[in-house]
């Protein structure tokens, strides 16, 4: 069974401070990673997406992969109160058209 | 850019009743599309996805189906709806135009959310 684990907080993070967002993955096939943010009783937005092993960064924004370890992560630099959302990872594989989906961590940026 | 368009947005219906949800994609063509289904406070669940006209993928074995009439075109449908449909209904599409289809990233619709009495 493969699957995408995330530890579904909530996570209470200052404002200002740097959010740390977690996940890991059982496939070592899985080549491909995305973080959705969610606010609530909307529908997922993509910020980040990640292919390679390292660090990737979008503004406030970086996301880790490691494949060795299988684990993937979110770091949000500056963190503001817009941030407090729930945030999904999901990992795909070469060899089907699904993504595997973390179940989701929730953020509180506290003001 | 692609936009994806889901409606209604919000629906009530009864037990027993019939269900057509409705899922258009502007700007991107040969998309992969998908059906996923959430619950309150819970986690994506994929129903239905489709990589082609007329080719559909059941995930989970339920009163639901599925059918993609057109290339940006993906409908959801039931007969007769149970309690347990309630939920959050989204419609997500692939870009259509990465090198690899079954990697790319995948974009939400607004949803639809369906409430079942």
């Known amino acids: 069974q493969k699957e995408v684990e995330q530890n579904s907080g909530p996570l209470s993070v200052p404002e200002g401070a740097i959010a740390s967002l977690n996940c890991t993955y059982s496939?070592?096939?899985?080549?491909?990673f995305f973080w959705y943010r969610q606010y609530s009783g909307k529908s997922p937005e993509l910020i980040m997406s990640?292919?390679s092993n390292g660090d990737k960064e979008d503004g406030r924004f970086t996301a880790q992969l490691n494949k060795a370890s299988q684990y993937v992560s979110l770091l949000i630099r500056d963190s503001q109160p817009s941030d407090s959302a729930t945030y999904l990872c999901?990992?795909?594989?070469?060899?089907?058209?699904?993504?595997?989906w973390g179940a989701g961590t929730k953020l509180i940026i506290k003001p | 850019s692609q936009t994806i368009h889901q409606w209604p947005a919000t629906l009530v219906q009864p037990v027993g009743s019939p269900l057509s949800l409705e899922c258009t994609v502007e700007?991107?063509?040969?998309?992969?599309l998908y059906w996923y289904r959430q619950a309150a406070g819970r986690g994506l669940q994929l129903l239905f996805y489709?990589?082609?006209?007329?080719?559909i993928s059941s995930e989970v074995p339920q009163n639901l189906s599925a059918s993609r009439p057109q290339d940006r075109q993906f409908i959801l449908s039931s007969k007769k709806l149970l309690l347990s449909d309630s939920g959050f209904y989204l419609c997500?599409?692939?870009?259509?135009?990465?090198?690899?289809?079954?990697?790319?990233?995948?974009?939400f619709g607004p949803g639809t959310r369906l409430t079942v009495l």
């Open positions: 997500a599409s692939t870009s259509g135009t990465g090198r690899n289809k079954k990697i790319d990233e995948q974009f």
């Open positions: 700007g991107t063509s040969n998309p992969n």
């Open positions: 489709s990589v082609g006209i007329g080719q």
């Open positions: 496939d070592r096939g899985s080549q491909s």
């Open positions: 990640i292919y």
């Open positions: 999901a990992g795909s594989m070469d060899s089907n058209y699904q993504l595997i």
